[in-house]
């Protein structure tokens, strides 16, 4: 008998040929993160992953938060796999792991058995009946409640048996990078790294590109960004940061462009900045936070203007829908969010408008855009002299 | 590099680094143990408190060190409060004070006491008179500051004091002198507790003290010792403590040159209001603090001339740097005008830095807030 820890990943399991790519590809990611806590070895099973410690002991509370940030797991389960599968070592290895998760009873239970085995002498019912009753029997406190049940024990008969009564969610999605790759355009905010965090879930990899205009912005404010990317960087396996020195820019757009319409063509060159960054790297998509309708850039009018500076990938916009309490929730969640609030706001605001235009014309805008002349140029300038920080990624 | 952000904190002189690097080898006991190494520790404690001590004009036994001005400020105000309760609910104190004065005197305030916050004047001064009106026979506490950390305004601390003590001796008077300590000299006479702190003197962070007179009787905040008699228990912070006597020591020692010496670098920093139009001066310009120079720029974001100074290699800051990160909290600056507040920097000053220093920084500030002027909020 051995504590294991069974690794459940929904989705994958439905992809037909590719299924084995995305399967090793998210066993890779668990053994890199398991990896910087010791010495674990993953084995498939049938549609699960299993986790055991070639040491002596499993620390679940050391391992499972490792594990359950990775994307693609739905879910983690703490058990145990005995090889014997004797109904009646099945008895006494489930009493002891009932006994060692919940010592002290005061449980309402019942056993659901899953046989894949088909040539198992016993059908799942009766493996269940005879290891419920036998807990009960043998452990006081404990009532057996089939519809209204606190703990479900779950014992699945494989090639060996693993039995386990705590299903511990994680974040779903897919394995990062079997999507491709897109980059995310990420201010220091709350917003974007949700957005990218949403993108990466859906196995993008992620690179980040965050526009960096001293002495508007400060330091404090780019080292927010780096700990937001270095948050994020738990999901993704590492993050690409480029910060793009962008005050030559932004002082040319105040002194051609009327204040109305200032963010928007920032936006745009923003946009064309870091599709220059995407196209280097072999991005197939930027993405962008913005969420319909909640600040003047964000209207569709202001969507629509903004889109056409890219030329040739898509710009991606996983909050459009989201509501800002939405967007909060999961920054909360995935521990964004106190990054993001710290007071350290840049100084930009000399750079919005009093009054910004909500419903901008797109061809308006690509017009008074042309009045920067030089603006490829300073683009291009910008992005050769953009720094890049690898965070948090490995060598391998 | 030019470090006009001496109010903040000051870096390490050459003495103090020294004479602690030797005491950091030889010298590690507990003061409190009883072998002959941990009296070793003891006695170089009992100097330090005599060279502050002696500095101040006090009696060495009035000074308890603590971890810096915040904590001598908690203790004073919340402790002189405990202990006096019984006499009376009013203690009183100014606006503008430093947020650990404030914060202190909120808990008061949500203790049941009564707080009298006195009004500054445009150029941050109290009015004694205000003062006076104040204080009733329920009155237990006054806290006054010296030197205000942000513009540089000196109260008549004395005058301030020995008129709380006409009124009646038994009301307790402090003084946050952590901006004052070893640059202007002040007569403890009539001060029963006064805040300083080591870092804004070349010594270390995490060093300070509150001196309390010869008979002030105070709750203390922090239990579980015998060390400084239960007042502020706890093993002291031996090579901090050493640190500040040796800078105490050097300042008192240069008090009056230096404060000539600032009061150059501060009057050739001044030249920017002849080259600028659009500058003020915040507090009071003639007599003020010669440490603190508190500039207004008309349409300049304070936050980002800061940063501009930044990359040419000069350091000021925005106001106090324990507030600098809760932009909601009233400054200085609002008391006064707070149609300042947005273009407000602050040049503080140390014995080092010199005229040439102030002369390139008005070059390069007449130069930055001019660029800086083109981008404003339109």
Same mark, same amino acid.
């Given at each position: ?116 085995? %088909? @040539? ?5 019912? /009766?493996?269940? #009946?005879?290891?419920? =009753?036998?807990?009960?029997?043998? *452990? ?126 920032? %936006? @745009? ?5 870091? /599709?220059?960054? #995407?196209?280097?790297? =072999?991005?197939?998509?930027?993405? *962008? ?108 | ?378």
């Amino acid at each position: 008998m051995k504590d294991v820890l069974l690794v459940k990943y929904g989705e994958i399991a439905i992809r037909g040929k590719n299924r084995y790519i995305v399967e090793n590809r998210l066993i890779k990611t668990i053994i890199r993160k398991l990896k910087k806590i010791g010495e674990y070895w993953v084995t498939k099973e049938q549609g699960r992953f299993v986790i055991e410690s070639l040491g002596e002991n499993m620390d679940f509370d050391e391992v499972i938060p490792q594990v359950i940030t990775v994307l693609g797991v739905v879910a983690v389960c703490p058990g145990v796999r005995t090889e014997d599968q004797c109904i009646e070592n099945l008895r006494s290895v489930a009493l002891e792991h009932i006994k060692t998760q919940y010592p002290n009873g005061g449980i309402k239970y019942k056993v659901d058995t899953k046989r894949s085995d %088909k @040539r198992y002498p016993l059908h799942s019912r /009766e493996v269940s #009946a005879d290891i419920g =009753g036998y807990i009960l029997h043998n *452990m006081e406190n404990v009532t057996v409640d089939v519809h209204n049940y606190d703990v479900k024990l779950m014992v699945e008969l494989r090639n060996s048996a693993y039995i386990y009564s705590k299903v511990i969610k994680g974040y779903g999605g897919l394995p990062v990078g079997s999507s491709g790759k897109a980059t995310v355009l990420m201010s220091g905010g709350i917003d974007s790294p949700v957005a990218a965090f949403l993108t990466a879930k859906r196995g993008a990899e992620i690179d980040a590109v965050y526009f960096d205009s001293p002495p508007y912005t400060s330091e404090r404010a780019k080292q927010k960004v780096k700990d937001l990317a270095e948050r994020l960087s738990d999901f993704t396996c590492g993050i690409k940061l480029y910060v793009v020195p962008f005050t030559d820019v932004q002082l040319e757009i105040y002194n051609r462009i009327q204040a109305e319409k200032m963010t928007i063509v920032l %936006k @745009r060159a923003m946009v064309k900045c870091a /599709e220059k960054i #995407a196209e280097k790297n =072999g991005s197939m998509a930027l993405v *962008m936070g913005d969420s319909i309708g909640q600040v003047a850039s964000q209207t569709l009018e202001s969507i629509n203007a903004i889109d056409s500076a890219a030329k040739d990938l898509p710009i991606l916009r996983p909050l459009c829908g989201n509501d800002k309490q939405e967007i909060i929730d999961i920054a909360r969640k995935i521990g964004t969010y106190d990054i993001s609030i710290r007071p350290y706001e840049d100084c930009c605001t000399i750079f919005v408008a009093k009054h910004p235009e909500t419903k901008p014309k797109r061809r308006i805008i690509e017009n008074v855009e042309k009045r920067i002349e030089n603006l490829d140029e300073l683009i291009e300038k910008a992005v050769n002299d953009t720094q890049v920080f690898n965070i948090n990624i490995d060598e391998d | 590099m030019i470090y006009f952000d001496n109010a903040s904190t000051t870096n390490i002189s050459e003495k103090v680094y020294s004479v602690v690097c030797d005491e950091m080898k030889n010298c590690f006991a507990n003061p409190s143990s009883l072998h002959k190494l941990g009296f070793e520790s003891e006695r170089k404690i009992t100097e330090a408190r005599e060279k502050i001590a002696s500095a101040l004009k006090v009696n060495a036994s009035e000074v308890y060190f603590t971890s810096g001005g915040t904590e001598a400020n908690n203790t004073a105000i919340l402790g002189a409060a405990e202990s006096r309760k019984r006499y009376g609910k009013r203690v009183i104190t100014m606006q503008t004070q430093h947020p650990s004065v404030e914060e202190s005197f909120k808990i008061l305030e949500e203790r049941g006491f009564e707080v009298i916050t006195l009004d500054v004047d445009k150029k941050g001064y109290v009015d004694i008179g205000q003062l006076e009106d104040a204080l009733n026979d329920d009155t237990i506490l006054v806290s006054i500051m010296s030197v205000n950390n942000e513009i540089g305004t000196m109260q008549k601390i004395e005058e301030i004091a020995a008129a709380v003590k006409r009124k009646d001796p038994k009301i307790l008077f402090h003084t946050d002198n952590v901006q004052g300590f070893g640059k202007h000299r002040i007569n403890a006479k009539n001060i029963d507790l006064m805040s300083i702190s080591a870092h804004k003197i070349h010594a270390l962070k995490g060093t300070g003290a509150l001196i309390i007179k010869n008979g002030v009787r105070i709750e203390s905040l922090i239990h579980g010792g015998e060390q400084q008699r239960g007042i502020r228990p706890g093993t002291e912070n031996l090579h901090g403590i050493i640190a500040m006597g040796t800078a105490s020591e050097e300042c008192f020692a240069n008090i009056e040159e230096n404060a000539l010496n600032v009061k150059g670098v501060k009057t050739k920093l001044l030249e920017i209001k002849d080259r600028l139009e659009g500058v003020s001066v915040n507090g009071d310009e003639e007599e003020g603090s010669p440490y603190i120079l508190s500039l207004s720029f008309e349409g300049i974001r304070g936050e980002v001339l800061l940063h501009a100074l930044e990359n040419e290699d000069i350091f000021v800051s925005t106001g106090s740097a324990c507030s600098s990160r809760n932009k909601k909290k009233k400054s200085v600056i609002d008391y006064l005008d707070s149609s300042k507040r947005e273009g407000t920097v602050r040049f503080s000053f140390c014995a080092d830095n010199t005229a040439q220093e102030a002369e390139k920084c008005v070059d390069v500030l007449e130069r930055l807030v001019g660029e800086l002027r083109k981008y404003q909020r339109r």
